[in-house]
């Protein structure tokens, strides 16, 4: 039935997770092939929400940026290696559009009070 390789201690933990997800994915497939739908069954879908006004733009920018430090990876800003953060403030070429969200904030020494003013723990409501 099975290779002695997968019966091994060490990979059967792997064995069984690729059997599980194997076994949801078809699931979930021919279940929304019968329903004719699309998407996750286990999983919820994620929430869209418009920005439609200059206050929650500047809030969603200092959110994303503020993360890696309200869930204690970093003690600043500058400090996330994978944040956008650097290119705002960078002058390599990038294909982020630097000038046009800088202009939000007024240019970039108006972005960095932004962030330096504002509490690391900004509730952004999504709904």
């Known amino acids: 039935m099975y290779s002695k390789s997968v019966l091994k201690e060490n990979a059967l933990p792997g064995f069984i997770s690729r059997e599980w997800g194997s076994l949801f994915s078809a699931y979930s497939q021919a279940f929304n092939r019968q329903q004719h739908r699309k998407g996750s069954l286990f999983i919820p879908n994620f929430k869209r929400k418009p920005v439609e006004t200059t ?70 409501e999504f709904e």
Do not use: C, M
């Open 55 to 124: 206050d929650y733009y500047l809030k969603l920018i200092h959110y994303i940026h503020a993360n890696p430090i309200h869930h204690g990876f970093v003690k600043g800003f500058a400090d996330w290696e994978f944040s956008s953060y650097h290119t705002y403030l960078s002058s390599k070429p990038t294909q982020l559009a630097r000038e046009e969200g800088l202009e939000w904030f007024g240019g970039s020494n108006l972005f960095e009070q932004f962030h330096r003013e504002n509490p690391v723990s900004v509730k952004i």
